[in-house]
């Protein structure tokens, strides 16, 4: 399963992934697309690793955005599989965390989606 490339979630949003290094770390840029609303969001940076592809074939990987934003702190972190069927069709299959900055601790309980 190679991650490095261009990747198209269901709602339209776009992850370009670049060659994964010799420690299978890799880095690129992630585009909302239009189900993000808002054009508050810009194209932004993400760095991630996966597991090591000659020793697993259908690795797990992470990788966290840190959103450019206009006007507010975010971060999101994905943690995922790829998968590979009987075709060789690669799917990813991930779980999000967002994490958006809180005006305070009492606020804390709100900032997690």
């Known amino acids: 399963c190679l991650l490095s490339g261009s990747w198209r979630s269901d709602t339209g949003c776009r992850m370009v992934v670049s060659t994964l ?3 299978n770390r890799f880095s690129g840029f992630y585009l909302p697309g239009p189900a993000a609303g808002g054009s508050e969001l810009l194209t932004s940076p993400l760095e991630g690793s996966q597991q090591d592809t000659g020793l697993v074939a259908q690795p797990t990987f992470s990788f966290t955005v840190k959103w450019q934003l206009r006007e507010t702190a975010r971060t999101t ?7 590979v069927d009987t075709n060789g069709e690669e799917t990813l299959r991930v779980l999000w965390v967002l ?5 305070s601790s009492k606020e804390d309980w709100k900032a997690t989606w």
């Open 99 to 103: 994490r958006q900055a809180a005006s």
């Open 77 to 83: 972190v994905f943690l995922g599989q790829c998968y």
């Open 21 to 23: 290094d010799k420690d």
